[in-house]
């Protein structure tokens, strides 16, 4: 079975805080991506990556970064959070999808952030 | 402006019915489309995938596709309480960048 695991279920920082969002996986997937999830709003991707140390903006890159050293670890980071960034985290992972079969994206359980 | 659109609900049906889920896409060229559940509280699940026009089943699951007129839906037979969650329609718009409509919420009645 695909597991993907996040650092923390829950998650309270403080406006202006740098937070970290830890991801990884354990099943050799190539690209992984982040997401975050509000109501009404569905998911929406904010970067994804192919490789290591590659990486792609999503719909809402904005005030969030992204690194991947390692195949199996993807982090986001809020470099300054802001309250407008309470929300949902998801982070997924999927093979390289040459072939359709490949395609699907798993998902880790999920952080929740609160920014006061 | 990639777009897929989905009734958000809630959409109540008595246990043992048939629930029908509907998502329309905005994209003609989206080749994979994906149906996920995910309960209150958790992280989405994958229960089909469908790729050709016309109907895919599995178990209680039938997905259906119309390339034609941009329109995939999920059917659930015989309903059940744990069904009751919320159902994403996603588009794999190429290189596994997928989008998502917002969910609708299905609530099986017992």
């Known amino acids: 079975d695909v597991k993907v695991t996040q650092s923390s279920r829950y998650l309270v920082k403080r406006t202006g805080e740098k937070v970290f969002l830890e991801c990884v996986q354990d099943?050799?997937?190539?690209?992984m991506f982040w997401y975050r999830q509000d109501p009404g709003l569905g998911l929406r991707l904010i970067y994804f990556?192919?490789?290591?140390?590659?990486?792609e903006k999503g719909d809402i890159p904005e005030g969030y970064s992204v690194s991947r050293e390692k195949k199996e670890r993807f982090s986001l980071i809020l470099e300054s959070a802001s309250t407008n960034q309470t929300s949902m985290y998801l982070c997924a992972s999927s093979l390289l999808g040459l072939r359709r079969a490949e395609e699907t994206q798993y998902f880790g359980p999920g952080t929740r952030l609160l920014v006061l | 402006q990639k777009e897929v659109e989905q009734n958000s609900g809630p959409l109540s049906v008595p246990e043992g019915a048939i629930a029908s889920l509907n998502c329309t896409y905005s994209?003609?060229?989206?080749?994979?489309f994906f149906w996920y559940r995910q309960y209150s509280g958790k992280s989405p699940e994958l229960i089909m995938s469908?790729?050709?026009?016309g109907d895919k089943e599995d178990g209680r699951f039938t997905a259906q596709l119309n390339k034609a007129s941009q329109y995939v839906s999920l059917l659930i037979r015989d309903s059940q309480p744990s069904d009751s969650a919320t159902y994403l329609c996603a588009v794999n718009w190429g290189f596994n960048k997928f989008y998502f409509g917002s969910g609708t919420k299905l609530n099986v009645k017992p």
């Open positions: 990556s192919y490789d290591v140390k590659m990486k």
């Open positions: 994209d003609r060229g989206s080749q994979s």
């Open positions: 099943m050799d997937h190539e690209n």
């Open positions: 469908i790729y050709s026009n």
